[in-house]
Nanobody
């Protein structure tokens, strides 16, 4: 069984920083692409940033230059460093990963439970 557990959310003032973590555990053979999504109240879940297994990254225009996605393959952990936070960054942030549980299996999609980020003075 595979689990993704996010941590690091909280309340921060505008202009502040937070670092989110997503740790994968369980029966994992390999992890392909990973990503962070977010969902604000009354809005659809949207892509924030992606990172491939070899470290290639991509960002939503709204976070470019402020957020940095990274991963530690040995620790099966992904990070999101969020700087210069704005009130419009307030949302529940979700971890996403494409995970193979064995050599013979194809990758399946897994989601974390979400962590709340609130940017407010």
């Amino acid at each position: 069984q595979v689990q993704l557990v996010e941590s690091g959310g909280g309340l921060v003032q505008p202009g502040g920083s937070l670092r989110l973590s997503c740790a994968a555990s369980g029966s994992i053979f390999s992890i392909n692409a990973m990503a962070w999504y977010r969902q604000a109240p009354g809005k659809q879940r949207g892509l924030v940033a992606t990172i491939t297994s070899d470290g290639s990254t991509n960002y939503a225009d709204s976070v470019k230059g402020r957020f940095t996605i990274a991963r530690d393959n040995a620790k099966k952990t992904m990070y999101l460093q969020m700087n210069s936070l704005k009130p419009e960054d307030t949302a529940v942030y979700y971890c996403y990963a494409q995970i193979r549980t064995s050599y013979a299996s194809s990758a399946s999609v897994y989601w974390g439970q979400g962590t709340q980020v609130t940017v407010s003075s």
